[in-house]
């Protein structure tokens, strides 16, 4: 067979002059990149096991370590980019799919860059948000048709029955995050910061660890296909509950958490035995239909004696307005859309890379085809996959989302740097991993407080935004695409997103 080394990603350098040889790297580095050679009194690097993931030149006390990427001496080639190249190469050495970790990093996909947010000008006052109030809050769930109230003694009040909603102060919930894929310090963080900040973290298809009950009412618990964890006491537990069919990162497919990540606490919590892999099927296997939807979506809704929102889980494809339509007559009252962007612990990188449509497209598409059939209010639009930063919500509600979930931006804030490689179980930052030794590195109490900042800064810059097209409240700009201009995009692409181009 022939057999050739693949170039390494990432160059690892060590200013020999500052190196103090204190072995920090050794240690920090769960992919043992570094080894200190006592013979020669130096500590010497393996460039092709690092991944770039930078915990050692973080924690390096002499500043002596720079990781740089490596720059092959391939002829630069349009067509055959050398990631081809190297995915080939991997193939023909070992076959079998080529797998990745969070999301898809392909630039010409992100649609929210391309647009531009309007301002307040003369005619329309922008408002102060330090000085006047600005409201945030949002509620998820279905909405009555009309409201109806009635006197009493004097006393109006509200006759018409609300459906149940999910309360948040800012429009933004944690992304569904399996118990497994990360460690339990990450969800206590998440579930944490979710109840300290007044928003939602959703438990992903891994059940919910006993401990983190008490942050039950913060928790938007998953019934996937694999029904890992589902039982009574679960679903009692949640502030509501998500059916998940599909996730932006593998639509259409399944999901693997190998054996060796399921001990003890993981196997009692998804109810596995301790060992066996947890082996989530494509398809929910009752479901065929919008009538087996309807059927699920009931069977909770009895289960939880119609006090919590059920959400439905879907990946944004190319016919998602007309499921997400079906979805809202099945009695779905959230619909969450989970564009290609969207982030995982593992995922075939073929299908990340390539299947799926991008979030921006899917959302205008569902929120139009919801106003148009008149049934926008029944159901609350959630989206997912690309979400960055605070200017990126602005932009997603203005398109027609309720809020919006962050995966990503939420792993960031407790180390992640986006190394891609959460799919080794090896995360160096603590985060997607269960060995003890790593899992470690991310303390709840900090991890909850980072979280909490991030929840904190993203609000301040959504009310500053707001206060600048003159807007006091979320709830006014939903929807609104008239604050939104495009730029760079091409006749079709504006008119699915519903935007003018930017000067007109
Ligand atoms: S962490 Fe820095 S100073 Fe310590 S051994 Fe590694 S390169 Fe040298
Ligand atoms: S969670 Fe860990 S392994 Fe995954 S991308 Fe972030 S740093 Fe890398």
Known sequence: MLNYQLPPDFDVMRDDHKCIRCGACVEQCSYEVHTYDETYDEVVADNEKCVGCHRCDVFCPTGALTISLHRGDFRPNTNWKFEFIRNVRKQALAGGVLLTGMGNDKLDLIYWDRMLVNASQVTN???????????LRTYLGRKPESLDFEENDGHISLKTEIAPQLELNIPVVFSAMSYGAVN???CEGLARASKEFGTYWNTGEGGLHRN????????????????FGVHREYLDAAGAVEIKIGQGAKPGIGGHLPGEKVGPEISETRMIPVGSDALSPAPQHDIYSIEDLRQLIYAIKEATRYEKPVSVKISAVHNSAAIASGMVRAGADIIALDGIRGSTG???TMIRDNVGIPIEFALAAVDQRLRDEGIRHQASVLIAGGIRCSADVVKAIALGADAVYIGTPALISVGCTVCQKCYTGKCPWGITTNRPDLAKRVNPDIAAENLYHLLEGWSHEIMEMLGGMGINSIESLRGNRLHLRGVGLTDTELDILGILPAGR
């Open 212 to 227: 983190l009950y008490k942050y039950g009412s913060n928790t938007i618990v998953q019934v996937a296909s694999g029904r």
């Open 184 to 186: 339990y310090n990450v």
């Open 346 to 348: 593992a995922a075939p």
């Open 125 to 135: 006052p922008s408002i102060d948000p330090l000085r006047e109030p600005m409201e």
